[in-house]
């Protein structure tokens, strides 16, 4: 597994994780989510690479253009993971990773 698909799986899982069920981010607000509670096996740079590559790419992941970030609060493009979608029993290990490859 290259460090980029290593990257891309933590961030899904980030979203996985029941507190963030239903949350948006925008890319700067995501990038500091997740060097602040991501796995610190991954630099910021790398968080910022993966996170570019999730809003061209969302693959499970859902990119939003009318909700505003959770944290700003500005509306614009964010990216997250439906309540409904994360409930009805997927797990990081059942996501599919093709968009990354």
């Not at 933590?10 to 239903?22: A, D, I, M, T, W």
């Not at 949350?23 to 796995?39: D, E, I, N, P, W």
């Amino acid at each position: 597994m290259t460090f980029d698909v290593f990257a891309r799986v933590e961030l899904e899982r980030f979203f996985c994780r029941r507190e963030e069920f239903g949350k948006f981010y925008c890319k700067a607000c995501l990038v500091q989510q997740l060097s602040r509670r991501g796995t610190r096996k991954v630099s910021g740079d790398a968080w910022t690479a993966a996170t570019e590559e999730a809003f061209l790419r969302p693959g499970r992941l859902r990119v939003s253009s009318g909700r505003p970030c959770e944290i700003c609060k500005e509306l614009g493009l964010s990216l997250g993971v439906e309540r409904l979608d994360a409930e009805v029993g997927d797990q990081p290990t059942d996501w599919s990773l093709g968009s990354v490859a």
